[in-house]
């Protein structure tokens, strides 16, 4: 390879030469001329239709004085440049024939392996697509090359996704998806295909995840509902067994009333070992709230010294002496998926008995976070697309409302919440500010190794902790 010189036009650019950043190429203008020649390199472009495409609304002499300028830049930036760019009075090529690493040929030929059975192909083809063709650019010639990159990428994920449901690896194939929906979040199909892997993996609760983020994303990037499709599969799931964990009688070892993560909750009697000093503390914790104002304990820690070990006993402890519990996770993949830990909580089967107790108006608001609401109740109104900061407000009291109303007083495990939204942890914000006296625990597993740690967490903490409502 031709000295290293690598070009990346994938999510991002860079041009490098042996693992080096060349900086003479930081302006749009130039990081497009580059794109377009690499995009065209196998034949001559002629300089008069290469400077009406980079400056359409320029003269054609200045248009021409443009591309001369930036090719002066370009050839002055790039080392050895007569290997790369031909030029002559009429055209400009980069030379298809000098070997160099160029991301989106990579990614094209690893597809086209993908397509004769080579996962492992499919696998790499998914790793160099780290977004958009050049994202930073605008201009109107880049378009059908950036859509057909993408519909390739889309066809290398459900050939992907279609291997690993096949071989029954659903939680790499759920990985994947999450990550296909951060990259395209109005993508439905990639949310019907994690609905339905989900539902497989026998993780509902994942799914009807996966529907209410695909029906936040839609509406607030296009302001449309999703289609009938993903409107079908989503029923689908709602026809399962309900995934709510069991009301305040059911006891910790009636697993056939339980949703899967509860069921493992339940499940986990053996003693704890070696923790007696934070078991006694958030017991401690527990004990405070049930007379007297919400708040919120942190237990935080590396990975794998037992944070939801212990979150998973003190739902199965709360259960067993008749107190209401709804557990929750947040993950790496979903911190984008605006409320996802709150809408888990809500379909708790106590907090659902609160939401039946509402009035239609804060029904109504609730439908942004649980769309089955709108099924379930046909006559509620829809809610207004939310365009003002008070229709905020007005989720952020509904929400609010349906925890307050719920059997008290009440234990919310939020575990991984180095990991969550942000519009979780201001919901969070404003109702410990709100309530108190509400008698409310809400317990966070924090992980003290993760560098990721948001932080609209860092501040609700901090802010908790001046106020006397932070445990830890």
């Keep these: 390879m031709s000295d290293g010189l690598a070009v990346e036009l994938l999510g991002h650019f860079e041009l490098s030469v042996g693992g080096r950043r060349i900086e003479g190429i930081r302006t749009p203008r130039l990081e497009s001329l580059v794109a377009y020649l690499l995009m065209h390199c196998d034949r001559p472009v002629a300089r008069d239709q290469l400077a009406f495409t980079l400056w359409p609304d320029s003269s054609d002499a200045q248009a021409l004085t443009n591309l001369r300028r930036e090719l002066h830049f370009l050839r002055r930036a790039l080392p050895d440049p007569d290997r790369f760019i031909a030029l002559d009075r009429r055209t400009v090529q980069w030379r298809p024939a000098e070997p160099f690493r160029f991301d989106v040929a990579e990614f094209e030929a690893a597809v086209e392996s993908g397509r004769a059975g080579d996962t492992t192909a499919l696998e790499e083809a998914l790793r160099l697509y780290d977004g958009p063709l050049l994202p930073t650019c605008y201009d109107d010639w880049i378009e059908p090359d950036r859509d057909r990159l993408h519909g390739l990428q889309l066809e290398a994920s459900e050939r992907l996704v279609a291997d690993l449901e096949e071989r029954r690896e659903y939680r790499r194939a759920m990985q994947l998806l999450r990550r296909l929906i951060q990259l395209d979040p109005i993508q439905e199909s990639s949310y019907r295909a994690l609905m339905r892997i989900a539902a497989a993996a026998g993780d509902r609760s994942a799914g009807l995840q996966a529907y209410h983020a695909a029906v936040t994303n839609l509406r607030h990037e296009l302001g449309v509902e999703p289609d009938t499709e993903t409107r079908a599969t989503y029923e689908r799931l709602l026809a399962l067994d309900s ?104 379909r708790n089967e106590s907090l659902r008995g609160a939401i039946d107790r509402l009035e239609p108006i804060w029904q ?47 234990l919310l495990v939020l575990d991984d919440a180095q990991w969550t939204d942000e519009e979780t942890l201001e919901w969070l914000h404003y ?8 008698r409310i625990l809400i317990a966070a597993g924090v992980r003290s190794d993760e560098e990721r740690a948001s932080r609209p967490l860092t501040a609700l903490l901090v802010d908790l902790l001046e106020h006397d409502q932070l445990i830890g």
Excluded: N
Aim: hydrophobic share 40%; glycine share 6%.
């Design 243 to 346: 995934a709510a964990p069991a009301d305040r009688s059911a006891t910790p070892t009636a697993p056939a009333a339980l949703s899967t993560a509860q069921r493992r909750i339940g499940s986990a009697t053996q003693p704890l070992v070696g923790r007696r000093e934070e078991w006694a503390s958030i017991v401690d914790a527990w004990r405070s709230v049930a007379d007297g104002p919400s708040r919120l304990v942190e237990i935080r820690g590396e990975a794998g010294i037992g944070k939801t070990r212990i979150l998973e006993e003190l739902v199965r402890w709360c259960r067993a002496q008749g107190s209401s519990a709804a557990y929750t996770k947040s993950y790496a993949a979903e911190g984008a998926l605006a409320y996802a830990p709150i809408a888990d909580w809500l």
């Design 431 to 438: 109702f410990l500010r709100e309530e108190s006296s509400s």
């Design 364 to 410: 109504s608001e609730l439908a942004r976070v649980l769309p089955e609401l709108l099924v379930d109740h046909p006559d509620l109104p829809r809610p207004a697309p939310m365009t003002e900061s008070w229709q905020r407000k007005s989720l952020f009291e509904a929400i609010a409302r349906a925890v307050r109303t719920a059997p008290a007083p009440l």
